[in-house]
C-alpha cells in the first residue's frame, strides 16, 4: 500500500511539474505574440527610422501634435512626429495609435486639415516640395494612423503595414 502511495505522490509531482512548466512556456509565448501584433506608435517609428533617413527632422512632443493636428494628447495611446528642420521644407511623418477606435475617423480628417493647409502654403511657393505634399500618404490601419510626407513615403507606408498585422 505505501509503494502505491508513494507511486501515486511522484507521479502527481512529476504531472504538476510538467503542466506547471508548460503553462509558463505558452504564457511565454504569446506575450510575444500580443507585442507584436499591437505595437506602440513609438515602435513603429523606430522601423521607420530604419527605413528611411529622418536624422534632420525634427522629433515632436504633444505640444506639437496639438499644435499640427488639434489632437489632444489624452486621445493617443502613444505617438511618433518627425516634422522639417526649417519651414521651407514639407517632410512629415506621424505614426498615431488611437486610444479610442471611434475618434479614428475625426483624427484622420484633423490630419486631412493639416495637408490641406500646408498644401497651400507650399502650392506656388516651394513647388517640389508641393510635390511631396501631393504625393503623401494618408492612411489608418486598425487604431493605428500614418501620414508620411517624404520622397521615401512608399517606403515608409510599407513599414508602416508590415509592422501592424
Not at 116 to 132: A, G, H, M, Q, V
Amino acid at each position: 500500500m505505501r509503494n502505491k502511495i508513494k507511486s501515486f505522490n511522484i507521479k502527481s509531482v512529476i504531472t504538476i511539474f510538467v503542466c506547471t512548466i508548460t503553462l509558463v512556456v505558452l504564457s511565454g509565448c504569446s506575450g510575444k505574440q500580443e507585442t507584436h501584433d499591437n505595437p506602440s506608435a513609438i515602435e513603429i517609428g523606430k522601423q521607420i527610422k530604419q527605413t528611411t533617413n529622418i536624422e534632420e527632422m525634427k522629433e515632436g512632443d504633444h505640444k506639437k501634435l496639438q499644435k499640427l493636428y488639434n489632437i489632444n494628447a489624452d486621445e493617443v495611446d502613444s505617438f511618433v512626429l518627425f516634422t522639417a528642420p526649417t519651414n521651407i521644407k514639407a517632410n512629415e511623418i506621424a505614426v498615431i495609435k488611437v486610444k479610442d477606435m471611434k475618434n479614428v475617423d475625426n483624427m484622420k480628417e484633423k490630419i486631412s486639415n493639416r495637408i490641406e493647409k500646408i498644401s497651400k502654403s507650399f502650392k506656388d511657393y516651394l513647388p517640389e516640395e508641393y510635390f511631396l505634399i501631393e504625393k503623401h500618404v494618408l492612411k489608418t490601419k486598425d487604431s493605428y494612423i500614418l501620414l508620411a510626407i517624404s520622397k521615401d513615403s512608399d517606403e515608409i507606408e510599407k513599414t508602416f503595414d508590415k509592422a501592424i498585422k
